[in-house]
């Protein structure tokens, strides 16, 4: 049950340069989704939101975009730093009465080279 | 800056036995999660409680689970005769609010990693 899905396990940018990570989900009652990023033996830190009434969020060199028609999100990196390089994830959430769990996607990870 | 705290770091447990992970949200939050990332896979949803009571449990979370909120500010993880599969990272998190309000995504622990031998 495949609902959120990072179709690339990794992806390599030169710093400086943009990092985008995609994701594309199947679920249209999806109305909320996030980005979360995740080092080695630490738990999901969250990055950046979005809900399903925007098309795009800004949150200093993080951009989130989503393109409801295609169901897919993308996050943008620019400039990309090295304390980028982690395992980042697309999660997401529908509208249910009570506590709205997220539905992972399988995590892109992001290397930021020198 | 609050942060959502979990105990042990790691457990080693034999298979069969009875593990209890342990988890202090952050305080004035009201929804409590648990989740868990087998090596190499997904964060896959456990089970979300809410006002006292389980709001939502996937298929993982068969019998051999439990969940418990004792005294206001613990949440608790039970898994009562550990198996071989259950090996995996858990991950605790909470959230203060309504999903679509800002402000109120969740927030993770470090994690506890789980190993049966």
């Known amino acids: 049950d495949q609902q959120v899905k990072q179709n690339s396990p990794s992806l390599s940018v030169q710093e400086g340069r943009i990092s985008i990570l995609n994701c594309d989900y199947t679920?249209?009652?999806?109305?909320?989704f996030l980005w979360y990023k995740k080092y080695p033996a630490e738990g999901p830190t969250f990055l950046i939101s979005?809900?399903?009434?925007?098309d795009k969020n800004e949150d200093g060199r993080f951009t989130v975009f989503l393109n409801k028609s295609a169901k897919h999100l993308s996050l943008h990196i620019v400039p990309s730093q090295p304390g980028d390089s982690a395992v980042y994830f697309c999660a997401a959430s529908a509208p249910i009465q009570g506590a709205q769990k997220l539905v992972f996607g399988q995590g892109t990870r992001l290397t930021i080279n020198p | 800056e609050p942060e959502v705290t979990q105990t042990p770091s790691h457990q080693v447990t034999q298979m069969g036995q009875e593990v209890i992970l342990r988890c202090v949200p952050i305080s004035n939050h009201l929804y409590f999660y648990w989740y868990r990332q087998i090596l190499g896979q997904k964060v896959e949803f456990l089970v979300s409680f809410y006002n006292n009571e389980i709001s939502e449990k996937s298929e993982i979370f068969d019998d051999q689970f439990s969940v418990e909120r004792p005294d206001g500010s613990n949440f608790t993880l039970k898994i009562r005769s550990t198996k071989l599969e259950d090996s995996a990272m858990y991950f605790c998190?909470?959230?203060?609010?309504?999903?679509?309000?800002?402000?109120?995504?969740?927030?993770f622990g470090q994690g506890t990693r789980l190993t049966v031998v």
């Open positions: 979005i809900s399903s009434i925007k």
């Open positions: 998190a909470s959230r203060r609010g309504n999903l679509l309000r800002v402000g109120t995504e969740a927030f």
């Open positions: 679920n249209s009652m999806f109305d909320y």
